[in-house]
Structure formats: structure tokens, C-alpha cells
């Protein structure tokens, strides 16, 4: 019996309007992140789902966190909270609906054609971070019009030419307004995940064969959208690929434009230039924080990309509590990776994140609902943040932080360090 039938949901019907249509019929259909994952699967040429949901190696980072985040048990207390909390937390001086967002994600267009567009609408919408990606499908200047109060924009290292391209990407940042950036710091080596590789998407060209062809086809609903929205592009770096660049000139201009890990001396350089809040994402060691928070970084985003870069590393929820308690009275905290609940996002609250975020999930939202995706994956979460917190007596997103947790996978650094 395959997954679809255990789970009795029906053949897919074909979702596609930027307007979110039955969010109640919805939720009794796709009632969790896991069961839009299941219904993803089948709904979007192989290829995409493939691009989406690999990991590095053996996909054994991916499981990993997972399984971590199960782990951590929260103890409630009881006859403290009438009602159900409220969710609003403030993050660098900015207030959002929810402590949680959407992580930058590169080409999400694959997965379904205009993802950008419903994932910055969605996030606008509901009031919660969107952030765009270097290689996302959106320009800085598009996301500002359709998301201007929740937008924040990631970076990746491009230094040739000491860093023009990187530093007009910021100028263009900062004159769009956007609220945040983000400095992405673990993609040091450029890696491949083996699940892209088999199905033709490690090749830094993106030349559809027989293959891929007859997954399209199978996929009627992705074509339509691709019809009407467009390959995936990389927007942001268009302009700069030469006139008349087509998606693989633009493809090979970012894999010699991108590459390599911000320096401690780059960074600083960065926080020099952008006067708005600062974000360094991928840190995992107590002393990086340390670091980056001495340069004057205002935010440090615990992430191990969600186990697309190497499936070694330890599940970011288990570095967070060392990370938080090393620098969280002088920096906001962020985490991501593994998160597909409300409840993650509560474990991430009481372990000592202000937000969290959940990449992945975004990406099934779109394989499953097409443009209707992203807000479900929003309402999802938040009504299950609110939910758990209401479960544990938790009157607010700070106070999950009181909370007494079991942690078996708490990775110890000693105490806290000193740089
Ligand atoms: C398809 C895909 C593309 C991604 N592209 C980027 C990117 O361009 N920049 C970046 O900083 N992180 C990128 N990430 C990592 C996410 O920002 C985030 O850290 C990760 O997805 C969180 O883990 P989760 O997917 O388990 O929620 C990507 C993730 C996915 C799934």
C-alpha cells in the first residue's frame, strides 16, 4: 500500500490561483506538513520533487534532524491560561505576526513555477519574514513591491572583483528597504546532493532530457503553471549575466560568480556598508556566534541548511540552547532545519530561538497546493505554535523559554566559552 492510500487522500486536484481558496477544506485534507510532503511527491515531475527534498549524502542530516526535534520534551504546566496565546514577537525592532518564517531557498520555481511570487504574497500577508534568496526567482525590487513590510534578503559570497557584484546587491537591499539581510556562511565548498545527480540536476545546466520531459508530462498541473509562470530564473543575477543571457548562461554566470565562505574580515566589511539589522545563518559552534556578534552582528540564524550540505553536522536544535546561551542576551536568535510543526517551532522557542523556520515545508506546500501552498503552510504552523503554546502554559512565544524541556541531544561545549 503506498502512502497516498494509507493515507486515503484522493487524487490531486490541480490548485492554482494566487486567492486561498478553503482553508478549512484544506486543513482537513492536508492536516500537517507531512501529509502535503506525501501529496507533493506525486503531484510535480520527479525531478523537482527530487531537488526539493534531497539531502547530502544519504539524506542522514535530513533524518537527523528530524528525530532530534522529536526528541526534546516539553513539560507543561497547567491551570495557568484561559485562553490561547497571542503570537506576535519582535524581531530587530520590527514587529511579525509569528516567530517564524520563510528561509531563503534557491529555485524553488522548480518545484512549482512562480513559487517566489506565493511564497512573498503568503508571507505578506500573514506578516512573518520571507527571505529572498541570491538565487531566488523574485528581483529585490519585485519582492519589495509584493512583500514591503517582511522582506529580508540572503547573501551568498561573490568576490570577484572585490565583491561588486556582492556589495550592488546590497545597495539594491538597502534602497528596496529591505528589512534584514542575511549572510549565508555554510556553503564554504559547493556540494552535490546525490538525489539531484541521479535524476540530471547536478550539471549546472538545466537541459530537460527524454526523461525529465516525460515527468513534465505527467506533472499536467506543474505544466500549466509553467505556462503561465515561467522557468525558474535566477532573477537577481540576470542583469549582470551579459544582454540576451538565456536561464543556462545565467546558471553558469552564478556558479563563477558564487562560491566560497565569508571570511570573518568579509563580514565585516559587510556590517560596515549595511546599517540596518545584520544576520549571519549556518552557524553551529558557540564561538562563531561569539565572533560574529563581536563584529557587530545583530542576529545569528542556527541552521545546518537543513541537511543539504553534509549530512554530518549535528541537528541545529541540539547547538542551539549553547548558541543561545553564549550570545542570546546580545543577538536575536533564528534557527531552522528539520522544523515541520508548530510544535518544532515551540521546542525552538523554549530551547532559546526568538523565530524559526521551516524550508523544506514551503516547498511541499508548493508541490502539493501549487499557489495555495505557502499560506497553508503559514496557517498550519501558526495554528499549531499557538496550540502547543497554549498546551504547555506558555502565555506568549518568549515565555516558552521558561519551560522545563528534556533534551537528550543537547550537545555540550563545557560552559560558556570565551572567544
Ligand atoms: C531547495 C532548497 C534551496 C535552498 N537554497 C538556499 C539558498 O539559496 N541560500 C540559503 O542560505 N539557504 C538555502 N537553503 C537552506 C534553507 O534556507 C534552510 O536553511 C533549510 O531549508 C532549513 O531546513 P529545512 O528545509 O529542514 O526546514 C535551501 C534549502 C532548500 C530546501
Given at each position: 500500500m503506498d502512502d497516498r492510500t494509507a493515507m486515503n487522500i484522493k487524487a490531486p486536484q490541480v490548485v492554482d490561483s494566487s486567492a486561498y481558496r478553503g482553508g478549512t477544506k484544506l486543513k482537513a485534507r492536508f492536516p500537517t506538513i507531512p501529509h502535503l510532503r506525501r501529496h507533493a511527491r506525486r503531484h510535480i515531475p520527479h525531478f523537482a520533487f527530487e531537488y526539493c527534498d534531497g539531502g547530502a549524502g544519504t539524506d542522514a542530516g535530513i533524518a537527523h534532524n528530524w528525530t532530534a526535534l522529536d526528541a526534546v520534551e516539553l513539560v507543561p504546566r497547567y491551570g495557568v491560561m484561559p485562553d490561547l496565546p497571542p503570537l506576535g514577537v519582535e524581531l530587530f525592532g520590527r514587529k511579525y505576526a509569528a516567530p517564524l518564517g520563510i528561509p531563503p531557498m534557491g529555485g524553488p520555481a522548480l518545484v512549482w513555477p512562480g513559487a517566489d511570487t506565493f511564497m512573498a504574497k503568503a508571507a505578506q500577508q500573514a506578516r512573518v519574514p520571507y527571505t529572498l534568496g541570491t538565487?531566488?526567482?523574485?528581483?529585490i525590487e519585485e519582492a519589495a513591491t509584493i512583500a514591503p513590510d517582511v522582506l529580508w534578503f540572503q547573501l551568498y559570497r561573490l568576490a570577484r572583483n572585490d565583491h561588486a557584484l556582492g556589495f550592488d546587491l546590497v545597495r539594491r537591499a538597502d534602497a528596496a528597504a529591505v528589512h534584514v539581510l542575511v549572510l549565508t556562511i555554510d556553503v564554504p565548498v559547493r556540494t552535490t546532493r546525490p538525489r539531484e545527480v541521479v535524476v540530471g540536476l547536478a550539471g549546472g545546466r538545466f537541459s530537460p532530457d527524454l526523461r525529465m520531459i516525460f515527468d513534465m508530462l505527467s506533472a499536467p498541473g506543474w505544466l500549466m503553471a509553467l505556462q503561465k509562470y515561467g522557468h525558474p530564473q535566477f532573477a537577481n543575477l540576470t542583469s549582470y549575466a551579459g544582454p540576451n543571457a538565456n536561464i543556462n548562461d545565467v546558471i553558469s554566470f552564478a556558479r563563477s560568480e558564487i562560491g566560497g565562505g565569508f571570511t570573518w574580515e568579509e563580514i565585516a566589511r559587510f556590517r560596515d556598508r549595511w546599517k540596518r539589522p545584520l544576520v549571519l545563518k549556518g552557524i553551529m559552534h558557540p564561538l562563531d556566534a561569539e565572533r560574529a556578534v563581536s563584529l557587530g552582528v545583530d542576529g545569528i540564524w542556527v541552521s545546518n541548511h537543513g541537511g543539504r550540505?553534509?549530512?554530518?553536522?549535528?541537528a541545529s536544535i541540539d547547538v542551539l540552547p549553547a548558541i543561545a546561551a553564549q550570545v542570546g542576551s546580545r543577538a536575536t536568535i533564528l534557527m531552522d532545519s528539520g522544523v515541520r510543526s508548530g510544535t518544532d517551532v515551540v521546542r525552538a522557542l523554549a530551547l532559546g530561538a526568538q523565530a524559526a523556520f521551516a524550508g523544506k515545508a514551503f516547498l511541499w506546500g508548493l508541490g502539493a497546493l501549487g499557489a495555495d501552498g505557502p499560506r497553508h503552510v503559514i496557517e498550519l504552523l501558526i495554528d499549531e505554535t499557538r496550540a502547543s503554546l497554549g498546551q504547555i502554559g506558555a502565555s506568549s512565544p518568549a515565555e516558552a523559554n521558561a519551560t522545563t524541556i528534556r533534551h537528550p541531544g543537547a550537545l555540550a561545549f563545557g560552559q560558556t566559552l570565551s572567544p
Open positions: 538565487v531566488g526567482g523574485l528581483t550540505q553534509i549530512e554530518a553536522l549535528p
